[in-house]
């Protein structure tokens, strides 16, 4: 099959141009450049920027593919250039979404028919932490109104692995690895679940071949917080509940990926991918996902907030 991947040089577009090429498929890219490539040469490079409307699209004309796989969509102005300006160029269009387009984060678990948030308007360009989950409800609206019965749209839940720069799965490893008594939020009993990059890619390869549609949740193995350090090998986990978190200024920066049992963020720790396993998701064991993201951060010259000195400031104060 003949692909076209918006995006596709970083962290989740990598994996899934690498899945599609792996699984035999022709793969080209609508790429701006201004991100390091280390594609294979095989891959078509065309070059454009969705933000300039029609004109930063005109690298697309003349050209066909089976299935357009969106992972760089943000805004409803670069998806309605990208949707519309590919409807009679390609037979299926996939978008990469989010679970923070669900309205009610705290449900248990969260399923693909749950409430949305209210749709952004389609002027709205600025991504925040307060817009991002409504632009990407637009953004799912626009796909689905373009391509109707020819769409798939995929909600991820946080994604792990190789390749990720925003630093937050990579927290976790990477300090395990330096070993020594460690800062662990909460009392063990909180649960953490993330979806390997590599699933996410081979799932929508599956999608594209299968012409599967509809919404999908994706989501790994959910683990409790003292699980997952387990498998991450930490010996000496210092448990710190939420208050004494909250004395220190301790939050998701620092701790990225913890969300209390409690709190109104939970649910996202609790998304249901029945319906994506029943479509042919499969799950990497998490111990092969937390190795071979060590074995790639290791050299990545990551930076993350908390900090080895602020850790063992924190420790030592809460040992007085």
């Not at 596709?8 to 090429?21: D, K, Y």
């Not at 989010?98 to 949305?116: G, N």
Request: aromatic share 6%; hydrophobic share 40%; glycine share 10%.
């Amino acid at each position: 099959m003949n692909i076209l991947v918006l995006g596709g040089t970083q962290f989740v577009g990598r994996h899934i141009v690498e899945a599609f090429l792996a699984a035999g498929h022709q793969v080209s890219i609508l790429t701006r450049g201004k991100s390091p490539d280390e594609l294979p040469a095989q891959v078509i490079r065309l070059h454009g920027d969705r933000n300039q409307g029609a004109a930063g699209l005109a690298a697309l004309a003349g050209h066909r593919w089976d299935a357009c796989v969106d992972v760089s969509g943000y805004t409803p102005q670069q998806v309605r250039a990208s949707a519309e300006g590919l409807r009679l160029q390609v037979q299926q269009y996939v978008f990469v979404s989010t679970v923070s387009v669900y309205a009610e984060p705290a449900r248990h678990p969260v399923r693909e028919d749950d409430p949305l948030l209210p749709p952004a308007g389609e002027e709205v360009t600025e991504v925040t932490g307060e817009t991002y989950g409504p632009l990407k409800v637009t953004c799912e609206q626009i796909v689905q109104e373009v391509y109707p019965g020819r769409c798939a749209i995929l909600r991820p839940q946080i994604v792990a692995g190789p390749y990720d720069h925003t630093a937050r799965y990579p927290y976790w490893v990477d300090r395990a690895s330096r070993g020594g008594e460690m800062l662990a939020p909460g009392d063990g009993t909180d649960h953490v679940q993330v979806i390997d990059a590599r699933d996410l890619a081979q799932f929508t390869v599956r999608v594209v071949e299968e012409g599967l549609s509809g919404a999908y949740n994706l989501a790994g193995p959910r683990l409790t917080w003292a699980a997952f350090l387990n498998l991450l090998g930490v010996g000496s986990p210092r448990w710190v509940p939420q208050a004494a978190l909250d004395t220190h200024g301790l939050g998701h920066r620092e701790l990225p990926l913890y969300l209390p049992e409690d709190s109104e963020q939970a649910g996202l720790m609790d998304v249901s991918p029945e319906r994506a396993l029943a479509a042919g998701l499969k799950h990497t064991d998490p111990a092969v996902t937390a190795r071979d993201t060590r074995l790639w951060s290791q050299g990545a010259g990551l930076r993350y907030a908390l900090s080895p000195e602020r850790e063992a400031e924190v420790l030592q104060a809460l040992q007085r």
